[in-house]
């Protein structure tokens, strides 16, 4: 019995994980208040010197301004 329920506990923690990481790599990540598909639509793709992007100091991937961490590598992306 404490076998199962162990195994039970470390499932659920993995399905957790899972869930997270997968909003993570998700495209709208970090935006808050945005909705996932109205938000960009007509945008188009972003430049680095589009003023409402970031590149991430640590790896150089290119974020929204509004993000609080890097898409990439999850760096802290402002101050």
Do not use: I, K
Not at 9 to 16: I, M, Q, R, S, T
Not at 17 to 41: I, K, M, N, Y
Not at 64 to 69: K, W
């Amino acid at each position: 019995m404490e076998w199962g329920l162990f195994v039970l506990a470390v499932l659920v923690v993995a399905a957790l994980q899972f869930a997270v990481w997968r909003r993570l790599q998700s495209e709208d990540a970090g935006t808050p208040g945005e909705s996932g598909d109205g938000a960009r639509s007509g945008s188009g793709q972003s430049t680095s010197d589009d003023a409402s992007s970031l590149l991430c100091p640590a790896c150089g991937t290119e974020n929204d301004a509004s993000y609080r961490f890097c898409r990439e590598c999850v760096a802290q992306l402002h101050p």
